[in-house]
């Protein structure tokens, strides 16, 4: 097992055409991933890869998708999104950055409405290694095994992935969830998803500053996770009111410390690591009890 | 990106909210020309939080308190910011003062309007209210309306609020939704002669959203020249209270170097340089760190898309061509890392171990 993506996903690609869609395609197909389909308006009928283009999620569900992975740009995303949910795709990932957040509001809302698994926006994506990868996780830092990883960043989800690949402690899931506000998969909605999946032993969350997202899965953690969880927050040392890259890392009003969010998943039984290295350690000792 | 209380009072105005009475002006000399019945309220035009108890709020009964308060303003850093303008307004004759606020809520994903039968200048009431929307007091005293952003507030909702009250909320709400913003705030939302005015504003617009707005102008005064500068060239600058220049890729990868950095009492400063092949970029970041004045530089990367001889060929060329002449301290991981060791052998100091080196990085700092 492994949660939201596995061999059953069948994956349609909305901005295949362009520089980063084109470039994940290939890597995606080359993880093992089942790429039905492109999309791209005004380019249906070439092809990526040998996989054909339409230009409408509609057209293209002639080749059973269930899935979608959106690296349409910031102008267009909503659109693709939102065509993507009315078209019956079950699980949309949304890679692109700097949506504007009154879209982001719309298109989780309706994702919501519509019950479809909804990952990020300004994600890396979702990858089960050996299974199915949505996005752009690099396939050179995932193994397969017991480990399921959650977090709110990119790179420093590759450098915990891949510490952790590095001492054999592979994966069943990573998935990115998205720095920004709003975002449609939670930590909750995937510490559900890892308690329940079998193959699942351990789970490790990157978390960082800003909201509240990591206090709700402290106290979920508390209440309903019985894994042994391993947890690191980015920005503690970032000073309060200032963006730190990502648009949903901000300290306001005294909320959303990395101090607070720590001592949350302490209360909650959780390890908490100093480096983000530390992790693969702390897992790796933990196993040899 | 913040508006300037007098630029969120013409947006209140054209959407029917009322305000009071004002003129904005940049010089002494156009006092006289102004028209406003005494007492007036003169504000300094800052984007920073307590203006009132930070003295960037002056009243003038007459033209010379007015000419004394002008300077007052103009002349000194008001917590940190200096104003370019003064909105000159008529003094409210206030008689009750509420609260009203839409924001995003991040947790329920949606919009969600905050409306306190108490409002005013306590800023521990009005951060706790926009924060969490929840405060001691009695109950009825805040109403918290979650608005569906796909159809917007229903008529049902009112039902908790006066008629006056909530067609302010409706407005507001309308402004919150087509200038596409992260707070409309009112506080205080002012009952003075009969009528609800909006005697303060506070806008926030989404960055992201600016491209669909041309009709306001982006300025940006919350970001620093240098700040400025890095955004032009697709970099993520935070210029923060330290000498580490940190160059790291993506956004939660650089702030975790800067709390490594942090553990070994070093101080940084924050650069994002994203995903990046082009060695123009590389470039980019160093000039922009050299010239926020950093003792040292530290290079963590993690290569995957990007390759990190790419990378390391950007960083050789920069060194030689500008000469820098501080340490750089680099550790590249990932795809073709070896080639990128080889690269840049002798021209930087090359350690492999995150702790290592932030901890060379906070050593060469504090020098």
Redesign the interface.
């Known amino acids: 097992m492994s949660i939201f993506v596995d061999e059953n996903t069948r994956v349609i690609v909305q901005g295949a055409t362009g520089h980063q869609g084109r ?1 994940h395609m290939g890597a995606m197909q080359e993880f093992g991933t089942k790429v039905v389909a492109g999309v791209t308006p005004g380019k249906g009928g070439e092809s990526v890869y040998g996989i054909p283009v339409y230009n409408t999620v509609e057209e293209s569900m002639e080749r059973e998708p269930n899935a979608s992975v959106i690296f349409v740009p ?2 267009n995303a909503k659109d693709a999104v939102m065509e993507a949910l009315d078209a019956g795709i079950k699980t949309v990932v949304v890679i692109t950055d ?6 982001a ?2 298109f ?3 994702a ?2 519509k019950k479809v698994k909804l990952i990020g926006p300004n994600c890396p994506g979702i990858a089960s290694p050996e299974k199915s990868k949505m996005g ?1 996780i ?1 396939n ?2 995932l193994s397969k095994g017991n480990v399921g990883v959650i ?9 915990i992935v ?1 510490s952790l690949t590095e001492r054999n402690l592979g994966q069943s899931t990573c998935i990115g969830l998205g ?1 920004d ?3 449609g998969t939670t930590f909750v909605d995937a510490l559900e998803a890892f308690e329940r999946d079998i193959e699942t032993k351990a789970i490790v969350l ?1 978390g ?2 800003g ?3 990591e206090e ?1 899965a402290a106290a979920h953690i508390r209440k309903n996770v019985t894994k042994p969880a391993y947890v ?1 927050i ?6 309060p009111r ?8 901000i300290i ?4 959303g410390t ?1 101090e607070l969010k720590r001592d949350a998943f302490r209360a909650a039984g959780a390890k908490v690591a ?4 530390d992790i693969a350690e702390m897992i790796k000792n933990d196993m040899a009890i | 990106m913040k508006l300037h209380e007098y630029q969120g009072k013409e947006i209140f105005s054209s959407y029917g909210i009322p305000v009071p009475e004002g003129r904005v002006i940049e010089k002494k000399e156009e006092l006289a020309s102004i028209d406003l019945k005494f007492p007036w309220v003169m504000k300094a035009q800052i984007l920073t939080g307590g203006r009132g108890r930070a003295g960037g709020i002056g009243f003038a009964s007459g033209i010379d308190e007015a000419e004394k308060i002008f300077y007052e303003l103009m002349g000194r850093k008001i917590n940190g910011c200096i104003a370019k303008k003064i909105l000159v307004e008529e003094k409210l004759d206030i008689e009750r003062e509420f609260y009203l606020s839409v924001t ?1 809520d ?2 329920r ?3 969600i309007v905050l409306f306190s039968r108490h409002g005013g200048i306590d800023i521990g009431i009005t ?2 209210i ?3 929307g929840k405060r001691e007091g009695k109950k009825g005293d805040i109403v918290k309306i979650y608005v ?3 159809v917007g507030i229903q008529d049902y909702q009112m039902e908790r609020v006066d008629k006056d009250v909530a067609d302010i909320i409706r407005k507001t709400y309308a402004i919150f ?1 087509d200038k ?1 913003c ?1 707070l409309v705030e009112i506080n205080p939302l002012a009952y003075a002669g009969g009528r609800l005015v909006a005697a303060d504003s506070k806008i926030v617009i ?4 600016l ?2 707005h041309p009709e306001i102008p982006e300025e940006n005064e919350e970001l620093t020249p240098l700040e400025r500068e890095a955004r032009r060239s697709g970099i ?1 600058f ?1 210029q ?2 330290g000498n580490v220049g940190v160059i ?9 170097t ?6 070994y009492g070093g ?2 400063m ?1 650069l ?1 340089l994203s995903g990046t092949d082009d060695p123009e970029k590389v470039k980019s970041a160093f000039r922009i760190l050299k010239k926020a004045r950093a003792d040292v530089i530290f290079v963590n990367l ?1 290569g ?2 990007t390759k990190c001889d790419t990378v390391a060929y950007g960083i050789r060329n920069v060194i030689d061509e500008e000469g820098i002449d501080c340490p750089v301290v680099a550790r590249i ?3 073709n890392e070896e080639n990128a060791a080889k690269i840049l052998e002798g021209k930087v100091i090359a350690i492999r171990s ?2 290592e080196a932030a901890k060379m990085a906070a050593e060469l700092g504090g020098r």
């Open positions: 470039f910031a102008p700097h949506i504007p957040v009154h879209d509001m719309k989780v809302n309706h919501i409405h752009i690099p050179m830092v977090s709110r960043s990119g790179t420093l989800t590759y450098e891949n720095g506000p709003i975002i990157v960082e500053i909201g509240t997202a709700e690191y980015a920005g503690r040392s970032a000073p200032k963006k730190m890259g990502h648009a949903g890392a306001s009003g005294g909320k990395a100093v480096f983000p290295q | 995003v991040r947790d994903r949606c919009p951060k706790s926009r924060n969490d569906n952003p796909l939704e596409e992260e989404n960055d992201n959203a491209f669909r993520s935070v923060l209270d790291a890729n993506g956004a939660g990868l650089t702030m975790a800067l709390d490594a950095l942090d553990e101080k940084g924050f994002d993690f995957s898309i991981r990932g795809t995150f702790k």
